[in-house]
């Protein structure tokens, strides 16, 4: 059972950054996808970031050019460095892996979760 942990998360003004960090317990999620996903109250969980393990790296459209999301496969670590946050940014952000390579988009199909950690960004 792999368990994921997240940190990094927290409080900042419109156009600040954070910088989440999600640590793997095991090794096998070398050779397995990871994401980021985030849940807005009211709103389905959406993958912001999907990295796989062969390069493959996928940054959603509402956060091209403002997040980068990398991976430090020694250290069993992913990261999503969040710029120029927004307001409808805040989300309760999880990472996730999965036991393929492959990156679905969608939720479901992920096998392991990290606990949440929540972003609120400020007007």
């Known amino acids: 059972q792999v368990q994921l942990v997240e940190s990094g998360g927290g409080s900042v003004q419109s156009g600040g950054s954070l910088r989440l960090s999600c640590v793997a317990s095991?090794?096998?999620?070398?050779?397995?996808?990871m994401a980021w996903f985030r849940q807005a109250p009211g709103k389905e969980r959406e993958a912001v970031a999907r990295l796989g393990p062969f390069g493959f790296r996928h940054i959603s459209s509402s956060a091209k050019g403002r997040f980068n999301a990398s991976r430090d496969n020694a250290k069993n670590t992913a990261f999503l460095q969040m710029n120029s946050l927004k307001p409808e940014d805040t989300a309760v952000y999880y990472c996730?892996?999965?036991?393929?390579?492959?990156?679905?988009?969608?939720?479901?199909?992920?096998?392991?979760w990290g606990q949440g950690t929540q972003v609120t960004v400020s007007a």
């Open positions: 095991e090794n096998t999620v070398r050779s397995n996808c």
């Open positions: 996730a892996a999965i036991t393929s390579p492959a990156c679905p988009l969608d939720a479901g199909p992920y096998n392991f």
